[in-house]
């Protein structure tokens, strides 16, 4: 399988997607992106023993040698503390500014790893490589790092481009199949916003992509970075069209709130999100393609995903709306795909939130 | 006496310093800057009984409310714990991501603010109210933000520019002597690096300055903020120029560590390290101006400013120097003024760091 490679336009933060079979060859592209010849390699106690030696390998092969930190795994540790720790540890190890943070591992590796080098000694530069198929396709590229906040998730953090994402189709391998399938969730919601065909194509893959299929897996991840590449570098900053990625957003990040963190992996509460928005999306007469809620539905279930939420409480989820970083003053901005591939921001007032939930828990 | 404007060019990141007489004008300022009708403003709690009430009045005359977030004053609470429970209040306030901090206070009030701003939602709209002589000329302008760490200072933040500066030389007038006079070392730096004219003028001024006269202080403001803005529109992230304005820095710094916090006031440390900066470029060979380091103390002197550093300790020096954010692998870089208004950066290896620490200690 050859690797596959996907440019980032953000003019001199530009930089490179590699879509590569395993970790051989990790080295020499950070050596390349960065000119360093040492790293701090930011991982979890998860990945650590599945993949690490194996990424420092392939840096002492390019001359880079690395100082491996380790943090706890799972989203429960994504907060202050953790990162706290981290940023400690990042200036304990000596780094200076041209030192690269490598982030080894899933989203929370990812997130928490880009926020320390995007504030230790005011940014270091920053290399993802994802090992989740979450990562992959959504969180390790166009810069979005941070760490939850007792009031919601990602509520502190900071836009820190990375030099280079490698994602490595190997270590998807050790990935338990829950959280491959959740990671399944992102790439819908890719496919749906943007890309009529690529949403074609999952209907077809999904026996593939449940199954694990590394050449399947391989094609639908770069395809979904490709997108997501294109959306960010029209707007980084997320002040217009990059809203679209929020897309099953403000009911999954909802969900996950109100069930508490961990009842659902990110991936799910995202799939979910997507249907329970799309069918409030045709009460309100705003579908342009009727059968899109059930058409999602069934891809959702075919990729082996859940298509039935946990009952949560109306209370909890809307006052997990109250905090959405996309609401401003009295009105909360939902994308809302209409059709295969075709996305708009919807502008909702606040008092119309508790009709919104309402619609969610029928 | 009317106000000053000067231009800080970064493209859309573009912005206005006012130098004013007062407060009266901000809030339609803030207004025009940002658009918002509502902030948070975040003072400290020295500043706010002075100041607050009238920027809240000037706010409000301008048809924006403010809800006020007091820190409690110094440097010593310039860490991690303040800036955290700084985003809890303003994510309790309720901002969403076109809420404007305004940071009424010194040099720690904006750095703690600004990296607050930057990291709440991944970043809200920021604008500096300097009230000290040191924030107006140097911190507010530029985008440096963020608190000190257990192994320097300033260690963790980020590059958060403001959308306007205002500047109210009023506040200038409940600033104790000794405050403002510390100020006054990061004016002569900045005179000395790039302005021989300004470095002249203050020769002539420094009565009047000592004195805390308002016009002598308006005009000495206006041009160091000018002089800064042209330096970080030129090289906003620190890769080149801008490391100019780390004169008296380095050795500064490192006796601020040494000292222990609190013992010397920023401005004042960063007077002495220009002094012993200037000396070790004369035992070097660098300087073209031989005369600089005794011109340089007399300013200093005539300006109130202590011109002997208290004795410290050459080790405790020596590792505040191996931590400076300017040192990169085994250099560190310096930057140096070889003449007024022309200043050059050294590159030093890291083994002659005893060497630099012994002429300082001589």
């Known amino acids: 399988m050859a690797r596959r490679v996907v440019s980032v336009a953000l003019a001199e933060r530009s930089y490179e997607v590699v879509v590569a079979p395993g970790l051989e060859g990790l080295g020499e592209a950070v050596a390349h992106a960065t000119g360093a010849r040492r790293v701090a390699l930011v991982t979890d106690d998860v990945v ?14 390019a001359g880079i040698a690395s100082t491996r930190l380790t943090l706890p795994a799972g989203e429960e540790h994504k907060h202050l503390q953790t990162w706290a720790t981290l940023v400690d540890g990042l200036l304990a190890s000596g780094v200076d500014r041209r030192t690269p943070v490598v982030a080894l591992g899933g989203g929370v590796v990812g997130d928490l790893a ?13 290399v993802q490589v994802p090992t989740t198929l979450l990562a992959m396709v959504d969180s390790s590229v166009g810069g979005k790092t941070g760490f939850n906040h007792a009031r919601g998730k990602n509520l502190v953090g900071a836009f820190h481009q990375p030099r280079l994402v490698w994602a490595a189709l190997e ?26 065909a690529l949403l074609a194509r999952l209907e077809v893959l999904a026996p593939a992509l449940a199954a694990g299929e590394p050449d399947a897996l391989g094609e639908v991840v770069a395809r979904c970075v490709a ?20 897309a099953g957003h403000t009911a999954g990040h909802a969900l996950e709130a109100a069930l508490g963190y961990g009842t ?5 509460a995202v799939a979910l999100g997507l249907i329970a928005e799309l069918s409030w999306a045709r009460d309100e007469g705003l579908l342009e393609e009727a059968d899109l809620p059930e058409r999602v539905t069934r891809l959702v279930g075919a990729l082996g995903l859940p298509v039935v939420a946990p009952a949560a409480d109306a209370s909890a989820l809307g006052a997990a709306l109250e905090v959405d970083k996309k609401s401003y003053g ?3 901005t939902l994308p809302i795909t209409v059709a295969a591939g075709r996305t708009r921001l919807v502008s ?10 309402a619609s969610w828990t029928a």
Do not use: C, Y
Request: charged content about 25%; overall charge negative.
């Open 171 to 196: 270590t998807l391998a050790t990935l338990p199949a829950r959280e491959r399938g959740a990671g399944l969730g992102e790439v819908v919601k890719t496919a749906l916003i943007a890309d009529a």
């Open 264 to 268: 659902l992996l990110h991936g799910e």
């Open 330 to 332: 009295n009105r909360l």
């Open 227 to 246: 997108i997501k590449a294109e959306v960010v570098a029209e707007d980084e900053r997320e002040g217009g069209r990059r809203a679209i990625l929020n």
């Open 114 to 126: 880009g926020f320390a080098a995007a504030s230790a000694l005011r940014g270091l530069p920053m």
């Open 48 to 61: 650590a023993p599945l993949w690490a030696v194996q990424a420092e390998a392939s840096l002492a092969e």
């Open 348 to 357: 909702l007032a606040r008092a119309r939130l508790p009709e919104l939930v």
